[in-house]
């Protein structure tokens, strides 16, 4: 059983910072793309950061220089710092990872449950 577990998540003024992280936890053979998408009331999913195993990262154009993702592949562990925070950052941040199971080698996109970011004063 492979599953991604997101925390950090919360109320923070503009202005403010957050840092996200993201545990896959599970028989996982290899994670190549680990990502945060975030969902906003009434908005589409998008994606919001990703990076690769070798540490090249992409960005949302609404986030970069504000934003940075980072991974730990020992820990299998994503993170978002999440910095100039704005009102309209608040959404729903889901993580999620191409992964490869251990045991049939079987390779599938898996997302968290999520965790709700406002941006408020």
């Known amino acids: 059983h492979v599953q991604l577990v997101e925390s950090g998540g919360g109320l923070v003024q503009p202005g403010g910072s957050l840092r996200l992280s993201c545990a896959a936890s599970?028989?996982?053979?290899?994670?190549?793309?680990m990502g945060w998408y975030r969902q906003a009331p009434g908005k589409q999913r998008e994606l919001v950061a990703d990076?690769?195993?070798?540490?090249?990262?992409n960005y949302a154009d609404s986030v970069k220089g504000r934003f940075t993702i980072s991974r730990d592949n020992a820990k299998n562990m994503v993170y978002l710092q999440m910095n100039s925070l704005k009102p309209e950052d608040t959404a729903v941040y889901s993580c999620?990872?191409?992964?490869?199971?251990?045991?049939?080698?079987?390779?599938?996109?898996?997302w968290g449950q999520g965790t709700q970011v406002t941006v408020s004063s």
């Open positions: 999620n990872a191409d992964m490869v199971r251990a045991g049939d080698l079987s390779r599938d996109w898996y």
């Open positions: 599970g028989s996982i053979f290899s994670i190549y793309v």
């Open positions: 990076i690769r195993s070798g540490g090249s990262t």
